[in-house]
Every structure is written in structure tokens, then in C-alpha cells.
């Protein structure tokens, strides 16, 4: 870019592949959605929704996984819609973007009735305890939608039998599974252990609208070695 504002950086992933504007202040890019998107296999052609996209990082490496697919992003924060619009542009990756909160979709005529082959999400993963913190923060990071709300949600927006994709803290999977009961079914979980022996602090969970199979564990991945390394698994994943 030419230019770049005061309160942005210019950074990159998977070894500069990727380029991400972002804010200095308030939310930062981590490893989540990079690992959420390595393991969304998607299809060329595939209409895909990801809700709360922040500045786009599982859209952008989606659609330079597949060049074909229809990718529509949606956040509540205006802010983090205007940089995932430039981190479009940046990239030469096509995205749609939208400003609208999941609560009021239906606002929009152009997204009321539509439905997707796959639905991707990062929610927020803190429950709000205090109000003292910048609005930015607080919409990036904690709760203001219930999480069985937030997946009720991502379910209704798949055609019958599409995918939802989310990932989320290990301590939420009773609150994740109890969300999909009834609305969707034949679950995958794949955790992620911080270390080897550690218990999972984080799982991907991806669940078929209509599906009927029954649920399954997958192997996982291990994100760091011993003395505080990337893993060869996430080495694999971030470069």
C-alpha cells in the first residue's frame, strides 16, 4: 500500500502468502482461524458464509485455497468490515462483505433468504464479565450473543446437508454439542493440544445440517513442542 494509516499494520501468514491489515490496538490475528481454514476442505464453486469475520482471515485463505468459491463475510463491527474490504483488495481475492449483526440479517434483502454450502465461524470466545473494556475489544473477543444463539444462527443459514465449521475453547464443546442437538448432526471433533500430555484448549467441530451418522473424534493436532516451539503439525499449517 501506498499509504497506511496510523492505527493499522501491514503483516502476513502462511509465509507471506497472505497479507492482513490490522489494527495495532485491539484484535489481533492469531492462530485460530488459520487452523479453522486448514481444515475446511472446500469445493469449487461452494457458496460459504463466515460470520464474524473480523478483517477476513478465514475468507481470504479460503478463497486462495479455492479461486471459485462464492465467499460472503459478515461482522457487527463496521470498522473490521471496512479493513477486511482492503484486505480483499490486497490480496486480489474477491470477498463480499456485509455489516450487519446476525440478529438483524433479515435487514438485509440481500442476504434474507439466502442459504450456503458451508457456514465458518470464530466466534468471540470470552464471556462478557465487565464493561470496562473498548467497544472493539469487546466485539472481537467476548460474548454479546449467546454461543447457542451464535450456532443456531450459522445452522439456519446452510442449505439442507451444508456444513458448519467453528472453532472454539475445549471448555465450551458441552455448550457446542448442546447447541447442534436437534439442528444438525454427524459431528466431527478434532482437538488441539497446546502441548504433548496437555489436555485440548481448543477443538474444531464441524457438523452437517440434516446429518444422521453418528459422532466422531478425529486425531488431532499438537501445537508446541516442549521448549515452547510450533509443532511440525503447525508448522505444517502456518508456513
Known amino acids: 500500500m501506498e499509504f497506511l494509516p496510523d492505527n493499522l499494520t501491514n503483516d502476513s501468514i502462511l509465509s507471506g502468502r497472505i497479507k492482513l491489515l490490522q489494527p495495532k490496538v485491539g484484535y489481533r490475528v492469531a492462530v485460530d482461524p488459520i487452523i479453522l481454514a486448514h481444515f475446511i476442505n472446500i469445493k469449487p464453486e461452494e457458496k460459504i458464509l463466515d460470520v464474524g469475520c473480523g478483517v477476513g482471515t478465514v475468507s481470504l ?22 479493513i477486511c474490504v482492503q484486505n480483499s483488495l490486497l490480496n486480489s481475492l474477491e470477498i463480499e462483505v456485509k455489516n450487519v449483526a446476525i440478529e438483524k440479517i433479515d435487514d438485509d434483502p440481500s442476504l434474507r433468504n439466502r442459504l450456503f454450502d458451508r457456514v465458518v465461524t470464530n466466534p468471540p470466545f470470552l464471556k462478557q464479565k465487565s464493561s470496562r473494556i473498548s467497544e472493539s475489544k469487546k466485539l472481537a473477543n467476548f460474548e454479546t450473543i449467546d454461543l447457542c ?28 454439542l448442546q447447541a447442534l442437538k436437534d439442528i444438525a448432526g454427524s459431528v466431527v ?51
Not at 485463505?61 to 471496512?82: F, G, H, P
Not at 458448519?164 to 464443546?173: F, G, K, T
Request: proline share 2%; aromatic share 6%; with cysteine.
Open 149 to 176: 444463539d451464535w450456532i443456531a444462527f450459522c445452522v439456519s443459514k446452510l442449505k439442507n446437508n451444508g456444513i458448519l465449521s467453528i472453532i472454539h475453547r475445549a471448555s465450551r464443546l458441552d455448550d457446542i
Open 61 to 82: 485463505i479460503l478463497k486462495s485455497k479455492e479461486k471459485l468459491a462464492q465467499i460472503t463475510a459478515i461482522d457487527v463491527d463496521e470498522e473490521m468490515c471496512r
Open 189 to 239: 471433533i478434532i482437538p488441539i493440544f497446546p502441548k504433548k500430555g496437555r489436555d485440548a484448549n481448543r477443538v474444531v467441530v464441524q457438523a452437517k445440517k440434516s446429518g444422521k451418522s453418528e459422532a466422531k473424534i478425529c486425531f488431532g493436532i499438537v501445537a508446541h513442542n516442549d521448549d515452547g516451539s510450533y509443532s511440525e503439525d503447525m508448522r505444517d499449517i502456518l508456513y
